[in-house]
Nanobody
Framework: QVQLVESGGGLVQAGGSLRLSCVFS????????MGWFRQVPGKEREFVAA????????YYADSVKGRFAISRDIAKNTVYLQMNSLKPEDTAVYYC????????????????WGQGTQVTVSS
């Protein structure tokens, strides 16, 4: 079984930055394309960003393109989301997930969801 643990969320002002982390365990991390998703209470979870198994390819939702950057550290079994120029509409619970062998544009989440990490952006 795969376990995903997200961290790094918090409360920031609009225009600020946060760096989220997701630690992966239970399977071979390097075999998975990884991505970030977010969800607002009462709304459907939406795709945010993904990175290929090698780390050489990325894909972003239009809403975050140019502001967010996804990366991964294979040795640490960790995927990151650097969030810059944050907007109030970025407020959500952020989750990571992965897919073995599928595309990243967008990534299809095939793993069990973790608890997520709350990001709140004030005006």
């Amino acid at each position: 079984q795969v376990q995903l643990v997200e961290s790094g969320g918090g409360l920031v002002q609009a225009g600020g930055s946060l760096r989220l982390s997701c630690v992966f365990s239970g399977r071979t991390f390097s075999s998975y394309a990884m991505g970030w998703f977010r969800q607002v209470p009462g709304k459907e979870r939406e795709f945010v960003a993904a990175v290929s198994w090698s780390g050489g390819g990325t894909y972003y939702a239009d809403s975050v393109k140019g502001r967010f950057a996804i990366s991964r550290d294979i040795a640490k079994n960790t995927v990151y989301l650097q969030m810059n120029s944050l907007k109030p509409e970025d407020t959500a619970v952020y989750y990571c997930n992965g897919d073995w062998g599928g595309p990243i544009a967008p990534l299809y989440p095939r793993l069990n969801w973790g608890q997520g990490t709350q990001v709140t952006v004030s005006s």
